[in-house]
């Protein structure tokens, strides 16, 4: 590795750049596993914030990158760092679909019901973005996810997946319980704002 052969000057290592970022954040989210390990090996923190808050194990969980994340956490990343929005590592990989990064989080005791800014949880966002394997697998860890848990509009993940027509993962909120009378602030059930055949399905689920 070049990088190795010339060595880095340690000033650049841990340099800051003007978004706050430093070289750990752009080898992070390309993926670089090597130079991931080498900067952690010459004490680049593992957790810094950029401008924004995102740590590099935001970013590479973002990103899809299994490996890197897996290093990142093994060297003492925080997995429920949040950057400035109040999106954790497990809201960007369970909206994105990284179903091997959302296990890999979880199991290292990752906060299932964290919630950001408009109150949304990881169960909101793979439920509205269609990713059905997320969801089952955030349905099915252990018994701490609060599946009616409602966003600052009042809304459950129920309410979203019906919104979009996520049929598949509707389907699945409701199989494990999900309340079809739970009403947002638009005093609407996850039934009335779901299109005409999702609701006739879901009404026969209960």
Partial sequence: ???????????????????????????????KIELVQYLLDQGSPVNHPDDIGMTPLILSASAGKVQVCHLLISKGANVNSKNDEGHSSLQYAASKGWNDIVKMLLINHADINVADKRGARPLHRAASQGK????????????????????????????????????????LLVSHGARLDAKNKENMTPLEVAPPQLARTLKELA
């Avoid at 252990?142 to 019906?162: E, F, V």
Wanted: hydrophobic share 45%; proline share 0%.
């Fill in 132 to 171: 059905t394997a997320v969801v089952k697998i955030l349905l099915d860890f252990g018994n701490q996810l609060q599946i009616d848990a409602k966003d600052i509009y009042g809304n459950t993940a129920l309410h979203l997946s019906c919104e979009e027509n996520r049929i598949e993962e509707a389907k």
């Fill in 1 to 31: 590795m070049a990088y190795k052969r010339i060595g880095m000057r340690l000033s650049v290592l841990r340099k800051v750049f003007k978004n706050g970022r430093v070289l750990l954040h752009w080898a992070a989210l390309s993926g």
